[in-house]
């Protein structure tokens, strides 16, 4: 009897002393103030602390809200709370906070969230060693019935192969992306050059050093066509071309296109290494993004990673040049690297990388290898590096020109005539044009070439980059609420445009 009263039998007579069972430590004289409150179905079990099951009526089952922080109040939990014991040693400073029992059986949280500062609390003392305590104490081994009877020995322990977020397989997609970056340098490395340039000293002062530039460069053909950015060799008298098995030969240039930045640069070899080639067309923003070049001009066939950040980005170089249709990656792109190849997870091309922002991290981009395919077409054809020409003076359209025009669409290509920076009036269409041979006239709209959409992130000059001079292309435009499909010859653009 925990009232330390004599004792009774059911009908209400009292038990003889002798018969009496000899008060335990159960009894409320030898329990511990740390002990929560004994209730209509409460166990006493012997030690310091009740190990039986609180009835759930009148407390809460112990959990990490009884850790300084937490937002609850654990007097109402845990009432009355007595004031520390003095002859027990109080938390060292800087001490980890004590675990509470269901930490012991669930996994680990791995979403971390931030708390505000305001929302912390101060806890007296008294709660901070009753938390403590309580922890510590329900650590022992005679804390069997409590966890028993609280459910938690019984909570199914989360797994691998139960929970879609899981540990697993999220090692599981790590994995994957490692092996595919793993199989794409191996493939692609061997076809990765640097390229080193020299231009002459100045002839006024006999002690003045050449001016040298490395960069990188990919080889297309195994006949020694390499691929490479106009800014890695414009200038240079002599050129150096290092392959992956340590081989230097002397290269020279082919041509290049100030428009694109691209350059095509000859060596005198074959069956050399090449890398596959893919299509920039079919990339998506969030995809795998290889980088391969020589950062700093030291550390060769170095290989990063990232992903594709965006697509159709324009940018403006020193030369005041203007390129579109860029790729935008976070693959780390570092001096050295102009001119190396930009890979999918396939270890296929979708671009040679050409510039980085300036004082930004993460930012760089690559020219989509669909406007360098043709450029190196024209060179293993034996032609003159051209570029595609249509004839047509045409004005991007966008929301805001749709609303102020009038228009039908809020993309495409509309062909009107303007004026030139001297304020003379120039046509909408160039006489004797491939537009004008076509039929296109001032007004249309042009929605889609070879049936790729004028748009944003694919701006006509773009998309006509892509075809040789003398590809006849498929050209939709829109016509007084009509969509007219003309078939149009590509010219060679002016070399005065």
């Known amino acids: 009897d925990l009232r330390g009263e004599p004792s009774t039998d059911p009908d209400g007579r009292q038990i003889p002393e002798d018969q009496q069972p000899a008060p335990g430590p159960s009894s409320a004289a030898h329990r511990s103030p740390w002990a929560a409150p004994l209730g209509s179905g409460a166990v006493s079990s012997g030690g310091a602390a009740t190990s039986g099951a609180i009835p759930a009526s009148n407390s809460t089952p112990i959990s990490d809200a009884t850790a300084p922080g937490s937002d609850r109040d654990v007097t109402q939990e845990y009432s009355p709370v007595p004031e520390p014991r003095t002859e027990w040693a109080r938390v060292a400073a800087g001490s980890p906070e004590p675990s509470t029992p269901e930490a012991w059986f669930e996994q680990p949280v791995t979403r971390v969230v931030n708390v505000p500062s305001s929302a912390r609390r101060t806890w007296p003392l008294g709660l901070l060693l009753s938390a403590s305590i309580i922890s510590a104490v329900l650590a022992s081994g005679g804390t069997f019935l409590a966890l028993n009877a609280s459910g938690v020995l019984n909570r199914p322990n989360p797994t691998a192969s139960s929970a879609p977020g899981s540990l697993s397989a999220q ?4 994995l994957e992306e490692s092996s595919a970056v793993i199989t794409a340098a191996q493939k692609v490395s061997p076809a990765v050059v640097k390229i080193t340039s020299s231009a002459s000293a100045n002839n006024a002062d006999p002690n003045a050093l050449p001016d040298t530039g490395i960069g990188s460069g990919v080889v297309y053909d195994p006949n020694g066509w390499i691929l490479t950015n106009r800014h890695v060799v414009a200038g240079s008298d002599e050129l150096t071309v290092r392959l992956k098995d ?150 991007a359209i966008d929301p805001q020109i749709q609303k102020d025009h009038k228009l039908p669409v809020d ?38 070439i070879e049936g790729i959409d004028i748009d944003a992130e694919h701006p006509l000059e773009s998309v006509l980059v892509q075809f040789p001079p003398g590809r006849t292309v498929s050209v939709e435009v829109l016509r007084d609420g009509q969509t007219l499909k003309l078939q149009v010859t590509l010219g060679t653009r002016p070399a005065d445009l």
């Open 171 to 174: 090692q599981q997609v790590s």
């Open 246 to 395: 340590g081989r230097e030969l002397p290269g020279r240039i082919y041509g290049y296109d100030t428009l694109t930045d691209l350059a095509i640069v000859k060596i005198e070899a074959t069956n050399l290494p090449t890398a596959p080639v893919g299509d920039s067309s079919k990339l998506k923003v969030g995809q795998l993004a290889i980088a391969i070049g020589s950062p700093l001009g030291t550390y060769t066939n170095t290989v990063t990673s990232g992903i594709v950040s965006a697509m159709g980005r324009e940018i403006q170089l020193d030369n005041g040049n203007t390129i579109h249709d860029l790729i935008q990656t976070d693959t780390a792109i570092n001096p050295g690297n102009s001119g190396g190849p930009l890979l999918d997870s396939g270890g296929n091309v979708i671009g040679i990388n050409t510039a980085v922002a300036r004082n930004a991290q993460g930012i760089g981009f690559a020219i989509p290898i669909n406007i360098a395919r043709p450029i190196m077409d024209q060179a293993l054809a034996g032609q003159k590096l051209a570029r595609p020409w249509l004839g047509i003076r045409y004005q």
């Open 411 to 448: 993309h495409g290509a509309w062909v009107t005539g303007g004026e030139s920076s001297t304020g003379q009036s120039t046509p909408a269409i160039v006489a004797n044009s491939p537009a004008d041979k076509a039929g296109i006239k001032e007004g249309d709209v042009i929605v889609r």
